[in-house]
T-cell receptor, first 115, second 115 residues
């Protein structure tokens, strides 16, 4: 079945360590996104990519990095520079159409906890 | 820039009662509107969308929403809720960002359906 796969579902990290969250899609979508979700704060955009080998910062990119070497994959690295990384991370993708927007399709999320 | 306001952070309701979750947005220029649902520890799932045409939009699980341009609103309704509708609901607006579009999110409304 087509969809977006995030792994792992739960992740624990020690302070000072970098960690990479995986996001893979087989929907043949051009655009991919990373969001961070904290209680009561909705979804905040970290990074997005509209095409392979290109990506843009979102609203809260500091302390995060991404790559887009393949259309199917958009991994997110949470670096030690991110001061408060404990959160629920959501990956999404959407097709690119010439006219009008399209909805985003979401993965199941990764819950990162710093211990 | 667009903004989205979900007027209620929490909505408690009894099973089989009607419910309305309110959403207002800031600009009426070429807006595209979405409602998503998120069950605990899961990703977001599209409920319904308004792109153009009829202002009354029907979605999955018996939900519907009405686009009101004059009031810049896109309220979500269901005539009779079930326990299984307990979830977080997010309203989103598609905004043009350069040659691309991005989704602007409300902070969410937590719907609690009680027996």
């Amino acid at each position: 079945d087509g969809g977006i796969t995030q792994s792992p579902k739960y992740l624990f990290r020690k302070e000072g360590q970098n960690v990479t969250l995986s996001c893979e899609q087989n929907l043949n979508h051009d655009a991919m996104y990373w969001y961070r979700q904290d209680p009561g704060q909705g979804l905040r955009l970290i990074y997005y990519s509209q095409i392979v080998n290109d990506f843009q910062k979102g609203d809260i990119a500091e302390g995060y990095s991404v790559s887009r070497e393949k259309k199917e994959s958009f991994p997110l690295t949470v670096t030690s520079a991110q001061k408060n990384p404990t959160a629920f991370y959501l990956c999404a993708s959407s097709p690119k159409r010439a006219q009008g927007p399209t909805e985003a399709f979401f993965g199941q999320g990764t819950r990162l906890t710093v211990v | 820039a667009q903004s989205v306001t979900q007027l209620d952070s929490q909505v408690p309701v009894f099973e089989e009662a009607p419910v309305e979750l309110r959403c207002n947005y800031s600009s009426s220029v070429s807006v595209y509107l979405f409602w998503y649902v998120q069950y605990p520890n899961q990703g977001l799932q599209l409920l319904l969308k308004y792109l153009s045409g009829s202002t009354l939009v029907k979605g999955i699980n018996g939900f519907e929403a009405e686009f009101n341009k004059s009031q810049t609103s896109f309220h979500l309704r269901k005539p009779s809720v079930h326990i299984s509708d307990t979830a977080e609901y997010f309203c989103a607006v598609s905004e043009r960002a350069g040659n691309n579009r991005k989704l602007i999110w409300g902070l969410g409304t937590s719907l609690a359906v009680n027996p």
